[in-house]
């Protein structure tokens, strides 16, 4: 569908090269300036590559910048990667990664600031084969209830493991790598350490990427008329739970598999459904590892649920059903459903749209979602938790049943202005979430930009009775991918 290809490309940035470019996660990105000449299929299990897409690095670039800059200095600031090395067969750039913020909290007296920097390195070798590996060094300081958040989880949000860095702050690094190979125009096979998406959504019920990077091989097939799409993939996960029971002098967490099957079908342009299954594999109890569970590996769509059915020990399973209907092609309805247990709370719902160019106001895009997650939809029993790294791999928010997300995304030239409204609740308890922003984007390969915003978070629950948490900050940074702040 031509138009999903705009609404993918607004939140996945295209740090690209040739036939199968690597695209991340980069909300300030420059998908406006081509989101009527995209022809991305499937584009709705994330990160993709253009193995999904006719597109190459030419009319990318010519998509994205139009005329070009004359000047070298113009170009490597605004346009181009900082290094770029292209021969017959090799094609490689590098570039810096920073996020420099500043901000104060009401009624916090530390100062709050975030300080990373690293790399990020993308290649091609031949037509075939394709990489991009980042990494990158963090010490931040948190408003009190993301602080608060690290020390019950012992993670920094969307990260790993911290260590503690001064007083009241936190050091964590941040790697990724991932290998992709196209063995022939139909199948792709991806390799490395990283994380999914699948919808087209601000939230999953199903796969999301919110917990930390995991190592996994995702197996692709589409048909050849790029109506079909077939995804596996197979992931090794952790839960920060120490093993009891034995002798080492550190014990060790508990490890799991996590095996994610999906079917995406494209009738027409207006048209498309998805099946999706998760199923987490216990590893280790307390008394050792357990015997390799073989139906781990099998690549069939439903199978593993049928077999293991719901709610038994040592597997957890999830099944989805997703549905996008584009009536007009600047409008986008989608929606999933989820079970994951055989109970009146095992369920899950989502419904959304996303609008561009509203009211005839070019480079506009606005998002309402609806999301609805029963209690036990993903079955949190010890072993086979829905989770990696003490954090959820799907739907987002802690403790809260429903949730109303409303965005707003504005682009003149380089310059954008964003805001975001949450309304969480559970039994009548509410939790509210404001943000926005304002800023210029400086390279749109990158994502390098200076902005300045404010975040609110209005908290009322039992225990403790209500907590509100008001700061304001100004950044300058690079797209390190989506973080969920709005918890």
């Known amino acids: 569908m031509k138009w999903l290809s705009s609404v993918f490309l607004l939140c996945f940035a295209l740090n690209g090269f040739s036939q199968n470019i690597f695209i991340e996660n980069n909300q300030w990105n420059y998908a406006f300036r081509y989101q009527q000449n995209q022809k991305i299929t499937h584009g709705i299990a994330k990160p993709y590559t253009t193995f999904n897409s006719t597109i190459n690095r030419d009319t990318l670039e010519s998509l994205a910048f139009g005329k ?91 990260y790993g493991r911290v260590k503690n860095f001064k007083a009241t702050g936190f050091d964590f690094a941040m790697a990724s790598a991932m290998i992709s190979l196209n063995i022939n125009k139909q199948f792709n096979v991806q390799f490395g350490n990283g994380k999914n998406f699948i919808g087209n959504g601000y939230r999953s019920l199903l796969l999301s990427d919110n917990s930390f990077n995991y190592p996994h091989l995702k197996l692709s097939f589409k048909s050849k008329n790029s109506k079909w799409l077939y995804q596996s993939i197979y992931s090794t996960l952790i839960d920060l739970k120490r093993i009891e029971a034995t002798t080492s002098s550190e014990p060790q967490f508990y490890r799991k598999f996590g095996a994610f099957h999906f079917i995406h079908f494209i009738p027409n342009s207006k048209l498309s459904f998805g099946l999706f299954e998760g199923v987490i594999y216990q590893r280790q109890t307390v008394e050792g590892t357990l015997k390799f569970n073989a139906n781990y590996l099998n690549p069939v769509l439903g199978f593993n649920s049928l077999f293991n059915g719901f709610n038994k020990a ?54 309402v979602e609806y999301n609805v997650a029963g209690s036990s939809l993903y079955q949190q029993q010890t072993g ?69 915003g404010f975040q609110q978070r209005i908290n009322i629950s039992y225990f403790p009775l209500s907590s509100k948490s008001n700061w304001g900050f100004i950044d300058f940074s690079s797209s390190l991918g989506q973080r969920y702040y709005d918890f």
């Open 384 to 452: 086979v938790e829905y989770s990696h790294y003490n954090q959820q791999l799907a739907f987002v928010p802690i403790n809260r049943k429903t949730e109303l997300v409303v965005q707003g995304y504005y682009m003149f030239h380089y310059f954008f202005i964003s805001g975001q409204y949450n309304l969480q609740s559970w039994y009548g308890l509410n939790r509210t979430y404001l943000s926005g922003n304002f800023g210029y984007l400086i390279n749109s390969k990158t994502g390098l930009k200076i902005s300045v």
């Open 314 to 367: 040592k597997t957890n399973n999830l099944i989805g059903v997703l549905a996008n209907y584009s009536p007009f092609k600047s409008v986008l309805l989608y929606h999933q459903s989820a079970i994951g247990a055989l109970d009146n709370n095992g369920f899950g719902l989502q419904n959304g749209i996303r609008i561009m160019n509203p009211f005839k106001i070019k480079n506009l895009e606005v998002l």
């Open 68 to 158: 070009q800059r004359k000047t070298w200095l113009g170009r490597k600031l605004k346009e181009e990667n900082l290094v770029e090395l292209k021969t017959k067969d090799l094609f490689l750039t590098s570039d810096p990664l920073v996020y420099i913020q500043q901000s104060r909290e009401q009624g916090n007296p530390e100062q709050l600031k975030q300080n990373t920097r690293g790399v990020m390195i993308t290649g091609q070798i031949g037509d075939k084969l394709h990489f991009y590996t980042s990494f990158y060094e963090n010490q931040v300081f948190y408003p009190i209830y993301l602080t608060d958040f690290v020390k019950q989880h012992d993670v920094a949000p969307g």
